[in-house]
């Protein structure tokens, strides 16, 4: 019985100090206290942390009285907001440059040329892919596809000629220019307007492009030129560097013999230039092959008046091309002799300076008289070449 006392009394006490305890433990809700609910904000969970509003107190009530629950360490429960340094931020917000900043400085780039949107349904047609590029830079409303129905619908070559006659009489005042340089390429740049040049795109075929910027390096000497094409710069601007442009510049038909017959050197054609005219120097490439795309665009297009000014071109050109044509033969013959006489002089010897004096002089002959039977076929390919756009007119063209 003694044992069952003290067994009930362990008991009791046992209860009662855990009762006790419930009520004195912080956070710990009495078993027989219903409405003694402990109100624990969510700030002090460990999983989901969330930011506590400022004026908002952890607090816990146990019944009628008011029990206050602070952190041990505030720096636990307080978050801190992490600011970037001034490194990170500038890094942060530092824009992406397409080219250094040093590169821009040398660099010359008209706006609006770099990612016009260009695109012909035919053949050969780089003449006016060139065109639409300038037009479309200059803000005139032109569609490729017309451009190229009105002047070389066929698909065969565009004329230096059909470029400056089309251009004029769509707003654009232009000027065929023979034996330009590449400083005249960037005075025309740095005056706001692009220039279109006729290049070899390889193996002596000749094309048309749209230049509409440069690039000097630190000593200001033009490193590369910018254009747009049908064959590089199709979808956005190409890059050229001005030794490889230079080259192509210089005989747009090659090294093959048509490009040794033809006059074509450094041709430019100078928008908003003086219109004056072709060159007299390549009056009669001018000419014939003026005549040969008038008369292949009219029928296409049945413009009469056109096939008539370029049919009277071709048949009244014909004597100052065979009498250009002829003397360009002695002309080549002479500059590859002269070229080899000064081959041999520079070799020394008594033998070889005679022999090479005696060679450039020669071939210098034939130069000089080449160039004077030239003159006079150009001289009767211009009298042609104003007959023929005389009777274009006569049809309102």
């Known amino acids: 019985m003694k044992k069952s006392v003290n067994l009930f009394l362990f008991s009791l006490v046992f209860l009662v100090s855990a009762i006790c305890l419930g009520f004195l433990a912080p956070g710990f809700a009495g078993p027989f206290d219903e409405d003694s609910t402990i109100v624990i904000p969510k700030a002090t969970e460990q999983e989901e942390p969330v930011v506590a509003e400022p004026q908002e107190s952890s607090e816990a009530v146990v019944a009628d009285e008011e029990i206050t629950i602070e952190p041990d360490d505030e720096s636990e429960t307080e978050l801190t907001t992490v600011l970037p340094t001034e490194e990170e931020e500038s890094a ?28 012909i349904d035919g053949d050969n047609y780089c003449g006016q892919f060139a065109m ?117 510049w210089q005989n747009p038909f090659g090294s093959t013999f048509l490009g040794k017959m033809l006059s074509y050197k450094n041709l430019m054609i100078d928008i908003n230039g003086s219109s004056s005219g072709t060159p007299f120097a390549t009056a009669t490439e001018d000419n014939m092959a003026a005549g040969v795309n008038e008369v292949v665009t009219g029928w296409s297009n049945r413009d009469w008046g056109q096939v008539a000014g370029g049919a009277s071109k071709l048949i009244l050109g014909l ?70 756009n005389g009777i274009k007119s006569l049809f309102g063209r």
């Open 92 to 119: 942060t917000n530092e824009p992406v440059a397409s080219a250094p900043e040093e590169e821009d400085k040398n660099s010359k780039i008209l706006p609006g040329y770099e990612d016009e949107k260009i695109s």
């Open 132 to 248: 639409t590029s300038v037009f479309k830079g200059l803000g005139i409303d032109k569609e490729a596809q017309d451009v190229y129905k009105a002047t070389n619908p066929r698909g065969i070559f565009t004329s230096p000629p059909i470029i400056v006659d089309y251009l004029n009489k769509n707003g654009v005042k232009a000027q065929q220019r023979q034996n330009c340089s590449i400083d005249d390429i960037a005075k025309k740049i740095d005056d706001g307007k692009p220039v279109i040049v006729l290049v070899d795109s390889g193996d002596g075929t000749p094309h048309w492009v749209n230049i509409y910027g440069y690039t000097r390096d630190e000593s200001g000497k033009i490193v590369s030129i910018r254009m747009r094409d049908s064959y590089w710069g199709t979808r956005s601007g190409h890059e050229m560097g001005v030794d490889e442009f230079t080259k192509a």
């Open 319 to 388: 004597p100052g091309t065979v009498i250009s044509m002829s003397s360009r033969i002695p002309s080549v013959f002479g500059s590859n002799m002269a070229n080899w006489g000064r081959d041999r002089m520079n070799q020394g010897g008594v033998g070889n300076t005679i022999l090479g004096g005696a060679a450039v002089a020669g071939g210098s002959v034939l130069q000089a008289g080449g160039w004077l039977v030239n003159q006079v076929g150009n001289a009767s390919s211009s009298v042609a070449k104003a007959i023929g």
